[in-house]
């Protein structure tokens, strides 16, 4: 019996002019979590959808467990069973419709109640125990649907389990957990492929690691001994340049105040922020899933009428209570979930990129296509997206691209406010430092960003001040420079902004 249980050979994928996959060999072994890293763009994702029988190749071959896969063809998900980047859950069904939605064992007569049990324990095992397994998938957040995505993999039981960005929604006490499980799947015989652009974890949790970069196979390597340095060096073909510190805030704000809240809350998900932010500043609400901390943003944007309190916006009281108000006073919003709620996806992206803006590039009621084309090309070049593309469809873009064109259409509007919602989820690292480095140069005319996110290196690496957040309400108010990833960990685990001793 050979080692490798799945081997594809010389695989090649065209769309139109772009080369989505140039003869990519790639092998995974038994009982292995193989990872699979490249910029967006590279050509991971177009190779899961090949695997899962989504899309066929021009060229090459796939055999699995020593025997062909049919190419361009459904798969057997007990063979190889796949955790999509973008969510396929349905809202309108319950978690365990979800759980066994396109599962073998469901037959034409579907009796929920033989699989409640197997389906209550994968959902425990996923870190889901407070989930009904009967109640509507709709009423879950996006990271819960994330994990519910995770439990419908694991429960096939498939011999080959690829997931694609599967902890881009999660905090790190649910990637921990989602962590576990993976590895007692390797450890019962399950071999794994892992998309992730957290190369922390690529590192923790893999045994080998493939690189891809303009869907060429560039080499596969064992993943101890391996650098950091070496793994980004090989996925964008250079030395990656950090944007250093946060810049300071202008001098000329200094002592002025943005946004105040005054006992700001909103009914079971948080209570009582007071919390002040002046021009310029980059600040990150940081907290788990359920805490709290990405409801307040979601407040300031207007999506929580039900909120009680005060918000004050340059000194003057204002009422958020709905995204219309949000943006009539400059506050401007981006939402975690791009492809739902932050893009217009069948859309050019020229008309997403100038789509908030309408009314300033509109005279009487009629659009001036002159002005349109130049606002979408400055914003273009200015978030480095290829301006060739304007006309193309946003869906063309990688996930990377398509979060520059989500920010870039929020920061048309020169908001006084931009709030932004996991601002990098699922974006790759090259396209990561460019957003920050556009965050941090937006802050330099006086905008104040605010921003959720459950990536800690993301916020050391870019805010200036943290607001830790634990069961609806605030720990403490941080200074970058004066805490660690290791504080804020805490406070977001426990709440209590003093360690208790060992």
Same mark, same amino acid.
């Given at each position: ?70 190419? $361009? ?49 994968? #959902? ?45 929604? #999660? ?170 709620? $932050? ?82 989820? $699922? ?28 990536? #800690? ?31 804020? #960990? ?13």
């Amino acid at each position: 019996m050979t080692d490798s249980i799945l081997i594809a050979q010389n695989l090649s994928k065209r769309y139109g002019g772009v080369q989505a996959l140039c003869n990519v060999s790639f092998e995974l072994r038994r009982q292995e979590i193989h990872g699979l890293c490249g910029e967006n763009g590279a050509g991971k994702s177009t190779i899961v959808k090949i695997l899962g029988g989504f899309v066929k190749p021009d060229a090459g071959t796939i055999t699995v467990d020593g025997d062909p896969l049919p190419l $361009g063809e459904h798969v057997d998900p007990n063979l190889i069973s796949i955790v999509h980047q973008e969510l396929s859950i349905v809202p309108h069904l319950s978690v365990l419709d979800n759980v066994m939605l396109g599962a073998p064992e469901v037959r034409s007569i579907y009796l929920r109640n033989r699989f409640r049990a197997i389906v209550r324990q994968h #959902l425990d095992g996923v870190g889901l125990p407070h989930i009904d397994p009967m109640q509507p998938a709709s009423t879950l957040s996006l990271a819960e649907r994330q994990l519910v995505e995770i439990a419908r993999g694991i429960a096939r039981g498939a011999k080959v389990l690829l997931l694609d960005e599967p902890t881009a929604t #999660l905090s790190d006490a649910e990637i921990s957990r989602v962590f576990g499980v993976l590895r007692r799947l390797r450890d019962s015989g399950t071999s794994l492929v892992i998309i992730s652009h957290r190369l922390d974890e690529i590192f923790a949790l893999t045994d080998r690691v493939t690189v891809f970069r303009s869907g060429q196979h560039i080499w596969t390597r064992a993943t101890q001994g391996l650098t950091s340095a070496e793994l980004v060096h090989a996925m964008i073909g250079r030395d990656l340049v950090r944007g250093g510190h946060v810049a300071s805030i202008p001098s000329r704000l200094a002592g002025s105040l943005r946004v105040r809240t005054r006992s700001l809350a909103v009914p079971d998900r948080f209570t009582a922020f007071d919390l002040a932010f002046a021009p310029g500043q980059i600040v990150a609400i940081a907290g788990q899933l359920g805490s709290g901390a990405d409801a307040f943003v979601e407040a300031l944007a207007g999506l929580h009428p039900a909120c009680t309190g005060h918000v004050e916006l340059d000194g003057e009281p204002i009422v958020l209570n709905s995204i219309e108000s949000a943006h009539a006073v400059g506050i401007a919003y981006v939402p975690e979930d791009r492809a739902g709620k $932050g893009v217009f996806l069948d859309a050019p992206i020229g008309v997403n990129l100038t789509s908030h803006i309408l009314s300033q590039i509109s005279k009487r009621g009629w659009l001036s296509s002159t002005v349109d084309r130049s606002r979408a090309l400055s914003l273009a070049t200015e978030f480095q997206i290829d301006p060739a593309r304007l006309p193309h469809d946003v869906s063309t873009l990688s996930g990377g691209n398509q979060q520059k064109v989500a920010i870039a259409k929020a920061a048309a509007m020169q908001p006084r406010v931009l709030l932004l919602n996991e601002p990098t989820r $699922g974006v790759d690292i090259g396209a990561r430092a460019e957003i920050y480095g556009r965050l941090q140069n937006m802050t330099q005319t006086g905008m104040t960003v605010i921003f959720y996110s459950t990536d #800690l290196e993301e916020i050391m690496e870019v805010a200036q001040r943290v607001v830790t957040v634990y069961r609806g309400t605030v720990v403490r108010l941080l200074e970058r420079g004066e805490t660690s990833s290791n504080e804020i #960990l805490h406070d977001i685990l426990h709440g209590s902004s003093v360690p208790e001793a060992a």
